[in-house]
């Protein structure tokens, strides 16, 4: 069975960077699309960012564009964001996810997630 387990969250001063992982055991993800999402208390969960397998190309949202990247390494069966310029806004628990095939922002699509790591961005 597919499982996902996240590392790399911590508090960062604003400006900061953080490097996000993601470790699969269970399956390889080779044809799996991998995102990352995230979850502030009193909102709803937000698709950070996601890429499909064979070659897809990342997509981001808005808030987030030139300042995250998605990548991923089906060999060692992991994901990364790697998360540059934090914001105040970009703190939340953050999650990996993983469905079969074509990624979307539509996180009640995805099929398997990752317990959550917490970024906290402050000064």
């Known amino acids: 069975q597919l499982q996902l387990v996240e590392s790399g969250g911590g508090l960062v001063p604003p400006g900061g960077s953080l490097r996000l992982s993601c470790i699969a055991t269970?399956?390889?993800?080779?044809?799996?699309?991998i995102g990352w999402f995230r979850q502030v208390p009193g909102k709803e969960r937000e698709g950070v960012s996601y890429?499909?397998?064979?070659?897809?190309?990342?997509a981001y949202a808005d808030s987030v564009k030139g300042r995250f990247t998605i990548s991923r390494d089906d060999a060692a069966h992991t994901m990364y964001l790697q998360m540059d310029n934090l914001k105040a806004e970009d703190t939340g628990l953050y999650f990996c996810?993983?469905?079969?095939?074509?990624?979307?922002?539509?996180?009640?699509?995805?099929?398997?997630w990752g317990q959550g790591t917490q970024v906290t961005v402050s000064s």
């Open positions: 996810a993983v469905r079969a095939w074509v990624g979307t922002f539509d996180g009640s699509l995805w099929e398997h």
């Open positions: 269970g399956e390889r993800l080779d044809y799996y699309a």
């Open positions: 890429v499909s397998p064979l070659g897809g190309v990342p």
